[in-house]
């Protein structure tokens, strides 16, 4: 209830106001309690403050007068919060830094960087941003009422990037200890037990491989062709592996590990590089194509990697010592397959070899259509094999293609180092 009333003039028209109105047309009220300003004050971004009042928008600790205080768009921030919401972003992911744990450089005088440290180590180790510097969206600056709202966006982000590190480098480490287990074993001519323990590396690489297929799979959709599956670093990851299983028998070479341990060393290189272009294509689907599941899913297929060295180590005492090769060769060529194939019924076709035996037809894109004809096992289109034949055709990718003729490999040693 106003009790003093103040008269005014304004173009040539008198009236009267109550003392806060008056006030405010004399530009004499707190901007943080709108009551009135009758002592000493503070002007700040075009407003003036009662001295108690002067406060940081986002934890209204009062700040010194003489003190410096930090502005955006109007608000007014103590200079810690002042920095948590507009410097400190993660040179990884740019997200914002707000009150965590981070690591800090100083890149020049004037610029200082920090990380969250999942960040950095996960670049430090594959070179990986989480986000590219022309990905950064453009989102308006934080708003103090936004304050809760990015601590919780914080959370999510840090969790995802604690996963990405702890699967990827796990992954990293038990491939490595996979390697120093084979040496040890080779080293005490337990040949028998490195070929197993080659097993459990070979699972590694069906896991890193189909992650990546995933992903170039996801990529193709968005007419994306990065390639991952066609760069040399799979052919020269599966040529290194061949190299390796060579030395998992008694050699008339004295001595082998250091030989082993090169070959290790290549192996572990390769497999970085590897893990690098699917993080980043991963990433590239969240940022770029705005999968958010991408990630994730890639990161799930390391989870199964125990699961498969156990059924790996059942398979290898299962191994029967009758063994057919008639997957090796292409039914249609008789050369082997080394590539991207379609394969149904433990044969395997070259893309080039996939067509109708009668018409030939090239259905190697449109491999369900085919049929396979059991009297003889060829291919025939549906027009010239309308009634009957076998369907059921897989599309088996590059790198499916390595993993199984390493397998296969592996397991035609394991048979001659047993029967020996
Ligand atoms: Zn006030
Ligand atoms: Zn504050
Ligand atoms: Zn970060
Ligand atoms: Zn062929
Ligand atoms: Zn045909």
């Known amino acids: ?62 700040l010194p007068p003489s003190s410096n205080y930090f502005q955006n768009n109007g608000n007014i921030y103590c200079q ?43 670049y430090k180790s594959w070179n990986v941003k989480l986000v590219l510097e022309d990905e950064v969206p453009k989102e308006p600056p934080v708003e103090p009422k936004d304050f809760n709202a990015e601590i919780e966006k914080q959370k999510i ?11 990827l480098s796990a992954f990293e480490e038990s491939s490595a200890e996979c390697m120093a287990e084979i040496l040890s074993y080779v080293s005490e001519n337990l040949y028998l037990d490195g070929i197993e323990q080659a097993g459990n590396f070979l699972c590694h690489v069906d896991v ?12 193709s959709k968005f007419n994306d062709n990065t390639g991952l599956q066609h760069t040399k670093e799979p052919k020269n990851l599966a040529r290194k592996i061949i190299a390796l299983f060579s030395l998992l028998k008694p050699n008339p070479k004295q001595d082998t590990s250091q030989e082993i341990v090169e070959i290790g060393n290549d192996i572990s290189k390769i497999i970085k590089i590897l893990i690098q272009s699917a ?49 090796e060769y292409c039914p249609v060529c008789h050369k082997s397959v080394e590539e991207e194939c379609i394969k149904l019924n433990g044969f395997r076709w070259h893309l080039h070899c996939f067509y109708c035996q009668n018409c030939k037809k090239d259905l190697h894109e449109a491999y369900e259509e ?41 397991k035609r040693l394991y048979i001659i180092s047993t029967k020996e």
Not at 19 to 47: F, M, Q, S, W
Not at 157 to 167: D, L, T, V
Not at 373 to 402: A, D, R
């Open 1 to 62: 209830m106003c009790i003093k009333f103040f008269p005014y003039k304004e173009d040539g028209v008198k009236g009267v106001l109550c003392e806060t109105d008056y006030l405010r047309r004399l530009d004499l009220l707190c901007a943080k309690c709108c009551c009135a300003i009758r002592g000493p004050h503070i002007n700040a971004v075009n407003k003036k403050f009662h001295v108690e009042h002067f406060t940081c928008d986002v934890c209204n600790t009062v």
């Open 80 to 122: 810690e919060h002042f920095s948590e919401l507009f410097v400190n972003r993660c040179s990884g992911c740019h997200t914002l830094l707000i009150r965590q744990q981070s690591i800090k450089f100083d890149k020049n005088v004037n610029l200082k960087e920090q990380w969250h440290p999942e960040c950095y180590v996960i």
């Open 157 to 167: 982000i840090e969790e995802k990037i604690g996963r990405i590190w702890s699967i």
């Open 208 to 219: 890193l491989f189909s992650g990546i297929d995933e992903i170039e799979y996801k990529l």
């Open 279 to 327: 993080l980043k294509g991963a990433l590239k689907l969240e940022n770029v194509y705005k999968d958010k599941t991408a990630v994730d899913s890639f990161l799930a297929k390391f989870l199964t990697l125990d699961e498969m060295q156990s059924e790996s180590r059942r398979q290898h005492l299962m191994t029967s010592n009758e063994y057919s090769t008639h997957s």
């Open 370 to 410: 085919g049929r396979l004809k059991p009297k003889n096992e060829k291919v025939y289109c549906k027009n010239c094999l309308p009634t009957y034949g076998m369907s059921g055709f897989v599309y088996v990718t590059q790198l499916k293609q390595y993993t199984f003729l390493l397998k296969d490999a592996l």
